[in-house]
């Protein structure tokens, strides 16, 4: 189980490696997402918090990276958060997510983003509940139902 610790040791130090990579030119990124999706995981956009029905679906499931298809949460992580995106408490595997420091903001955050194809995902906080305390606060766009 991940921690505040571990992840900030990632941003820190280095991330875990991907099991492969996925690169795409813009183009071609373009041409698979849509506008909204290109927004958010390749520049690094934010969906308006409560825009998106997945921040109350918690049934059995696993979702995925919108972009290369890489499985990233377990809806069994899922938590509400209250914050208007859909939250989790844990990545599905530790490679699967990777670690950022942010300082676009007021205050430095740590970004998430996929470790397969570097799309942007959201970010994540200390603030989620026991035991690991982690909140990943996700966009919607970015992740698709896998089952």
């Known amino acids: ?3 505040w610790e571990d992840v900030l040791a990632f941003a820190k130090n280095g ?3 991907p099991d492969k990579t996925v690169t795409l030119s813009e183009a071609e990124w373009r041409k698979k997402l849509t506008p909204d999706q290109f927004q958010v995981t390749r520049l690094k956009g934010t ?13 059995p499931s696993i979702y995925s990276c919108v972009c290369c298809d890489t499985l990233l949460f377990d809806a069994t992580e899922k938590f509400e958060s209250g914050t208007g995106w859909p939250s989790f408490t844990q990545p599905l595997k530790e490679n699967g997510v990777s670690y950022h420091l942010d300082r676009s903001m007021a205050s430095d955050r740590i970004e998430t983003l996929c470790n397969t194809c570097g799309a942007h995902l959201g970010h994540v906080f200390p603030d ?5 305390g982690l909140r990943y606060c996700m966009n919607a766009v970015a992740l698709k139902k896998v089952d």
């Open 128 to 132: 989620g509940p026991p035991p690991s």
């Open 15 to 17: 991330n875990p490696t």
């Open 1 to 3: 189980m991940l921690k």
């Open 47 to 59: 969906e308006r918090p409560f825009s998106s029905e997945m921040c109350s679906l918690f049934e």
